[in-house]
């Protein structure tokens, strides 16, 4: 079982945790808070190990030692089915947000996921092997090969010609398939692009409609605000009176 506890990283461990957190879309800003709780750790193993690990084992909290708590439950239920475990005070540097306690917790989860994938590519190389074993179209045949001046022999896993014939054949016809949904692909991206061009000349004539129907609205509420102004100010002629004395008769 392997203990991780707190201890200084290198630089070279330090630049494959950021490009770690480049890679998984995480920000750098507030590490050690954001990761002074279990959750954010728990989402990241999730999508590789959905089975493993149920997100309502650790709800977020806010104080130390109910962080602490969801630490000693994820070191217990998860961390340990991958013969590692965090130490108690390590831990404590978690839930406190000790600075670079989070950082070394990442690089551990950068080792195992390495030692993860050496492990399923060994249990898929031996998965092949035995596939081999049991086809009798494979025969493995020894070989001479030349290791620096010395000549070894070797074993060779060979098929037949036949079957490599029939091999061939189907991933050609598999790269024709792909080319035609390529063709197909580009062919929708550019029918998209032209028609995203139309609706956005079509856009900008109706602001220019809209512009010049504005404009047209403006100019006449002017003309009809002017004539009414020049009825106001032209003078009224009133009727004379046929009892005015400077009337002629």
Request: aromatic content about 6%; proline content about 3%; hydrophobic content about 40%.
């Amino acid at each position: 079982m392997h203990t991780v506890s707190g201890k200084n990283l290198s630089i070279e461990e330090v630049e494959d945790v950021q490009k770690w957190l480049r890679q998984n879309s995480i920000s750098t800003h507030r590490l050690r808070r954001e990761f002074s709780d279990v959750l954010p750790l728990a989402e990241v193993l999730k999508r590789d190990y959905p089975r493993l690990i149920d997100l309502h084992n650790y709800p977020k909290k806010s104080s130390v030692q109910l962080k602490l708590a969801n630490w000693e439950t994820f070191n217990f239920k998860v961390l340990s089915k991958f013969n590692m475990t965090l130490s108690r005070d390590f831990m404590d540097q978690l839930a406190n947000g000790v600075n670079g306690a989070a950082e070394v917790l990442l690089h551990e989860v950068i080792r195992l996921e390495k030692r993860q994938r050496v492990a399923e590519e060994r249990n898929a190389s031996l998965r092949q092997e035995q596939a081999w074993e049991e086809n009798d179209e494979v025969k493995t045949v020894v070989v001479n090969k030349q290791v620096g001046d010395g000549i070894v022999q070797v074993p060779q896993k060979m098929i037949l010609y036949s079957l490599y014939e029939k091999m061939a054949r189907d991933s050609q016809a598999k790269e024709i398939i792909i080319e035609a949904y390529q063709q197909r692909l580009a062919h929708m991206e550019n029918i998209i692009k032209i028609k995203t061009e139309r609706i956005d000349e079509l856009l900008m004539q109706m602001g220019k409609i809209q512009q010049k129907g504005a404009a047209g609205e403006a100019s006449s509420c002017f003309l009809a605000f002017e004539a009414k102004d020049n009825a106001r100010k032209r003078p009224s002629l009133a009727p004379i009176s046929s009892a005015d004395p400077d009337s002629t008769n």
